[in-house]
């Protein structure tokens, strides 16, 4: 199984650290580099710095027995996307921005591959672990909007990421596809089986 986790920031990569148990080739889209103020909220550490997230993840499974990882320190385009994501057979989409949301879920839709998304509302309030016939990716108030900068909603990123790894687990081992709406009081399944 190819799952590719499209964004490996806060949400991304978290997540995919806790999918590495998976029989699975885990790989990272992300054309970002990691920053200082990174090492907070995201799954990186201070020899990061400077690299490109994707390559970054990738170099820190290397610590890990048995993982297999590609990565591809590139912006997703209307003209790679069908060549970084068309061999997927499972996408999880950790943008932070609706346009790069739009781009992969048209692209999914398209090819017909499964697509798994991970968000956070912009308040920080709730986060949401939807698969793609029932998500609508919002329009940002500004364009960029940080949600997950800062560490102001790590908890909440934490319980994000790892349920997110839940649905990608479970996706890869009994084909299902759960919904969620996670908040700091509770993980709740909204759809699916």
Not at 13 to 41: G, H, M, P, W, Y
Not at 115 to 125: N, Q, W, Y
Request: hydrophobic share 45%; aromatic share 6%.
């Amino acid at each position: 199984m190819r799952i590719i986790f499209c964004g490996v920031g806060a949400i991304g990569s978290q997540a995919a650290v806790l999918c590495r148990n998976l029989e699975a080739t885990l790989v990272f889209i992300d054309f970002d580099r990691v920053e200082s103020k990174n090492l907070l909220a995201q799954a990186y550490v201070k020899p990061s710095v400077g690299k490109n997230k994707a390559e970054a993840l990738k170099l820190q499974f290397l610590n890990l027995h048995g993982v297999k990882t590609e990565s591809f320190g590139v912006r997703v385009t209307r003209d790679n996307v069908e060549a970084l994501c068309g061999g997927a057979d499972l996408l999880v989409d950790c943008f932070d921005n609706q346009d790069s949301r739009v781009l992969l879920s048209d692209f999914a839709r398209r090819a017909g591959k499964p697509l798994l998304h991970g968000a956070v509302s912009a308040d920080g309030t709730f986060g949401l672990v939807r698969w793609d016939e029932r998500f609508t990716p919002d329009a940002e108030d500004t364009a960029g909007q940080a949600t997950c900068e800062g560490g102001a909603h790590l908890p909440l990123l934490g319980l994000l990421a790892a349920t997110l790894a839940r649905s990608v687990q479970d996706f890869a081992k009994h084909g299902s596809r759960r919904d969620a709406l996670v908040n700091l009081s509770s993980v709740i399944p909204t759809a699916g089986a």
